[in-house]
């Protein structure tokens, strides 16, 4: 298993999610609480530009606008986010965050989790197919059951930014069941 050529795998589908936006849809609502299409494609953005950051072992700063090419704006990130993975010794690192170190191999995950549950976000705000990559929803659910406790959730004016799970039938589709373990309702 590589977990770069799986990390670049999420960011082209999220790429390609965003890519398939129309312009009249920036101010649909999403299925991430306030956030319109637009908040939450620069989100999007923004938080693959703070991975490279991190992940190049820097500190935290803004990505800046979004500009009105969102696709650009999202590939220029994700290819910034590449080639920090791809530096040498970055998989043998720790990874500073906002509650402490974590080995490379979680940091991978965590941002392919959010890849992916953002992915579909956009997807389903726009109309676009929800059934993405199972093999990603698939280490993406895997990643959330190991991590996100009970602790992690809550409502938006609490200052959590994941939503209780939501419960959905065992048989659902699978980007279904990733959408309710990330505290959206997939119906």
């Keep these: 298993m590589d977990p770069i050529a799986d990390l670049v795998r999420a960011l082209d589908q999220t790429g390609r999610v965003i890519a398939a936006v129309l312009p009249g849809q920036a101010t649909l609502p999403t299925p991430c609480r306030s956030w319109d299409v637009r908040a939450l494609v620069a989100h999007i953005v923004d938080e693959v530009h703070q991975f490279a950051v991190v992940t190049a072992g820097g500190k935290r700063h803004p990505a800046g606008d979004l500009g009105p090419d969102w696709s650009a704006a999202y590939q220029a990130a994700a290819d910034e986010l590449v080639a920090a993975w791809r530096a040498p010794g970055a998989l043998d690192r720790k990874i500073r965050l906002p509650f402490g ?4 191999s979680w940091t991978i995950d ?3 989790a959010e890849l992916v549950i953002h992915a579909w976000d956009v997807a389903k705000a726009t109309g676009q ?5 199972p093999a990603l929803g698939e280490r993406a659910l895997r990643w959330g059951h190991a991590n996100l406790k009970p602790e992690f959730r809550g409502d938006e004016a609490d200052g959590q930014h994941i939503g209780p799970e939501v419960s959905v039938p065992e048989d ?3 980007y279904d069941r990733v959408a309710a373990f990330g505290g959206r309702d997939p119906r």
């Design 101 to 104: 170190e974590v080995p490379a």
């Design 110 to 112: 965590q941002q392919l």
């Design 129 to 133: 197919p929800t059934d993405l990559d």
């Design 172 to 174: 659902a589709p699978l």
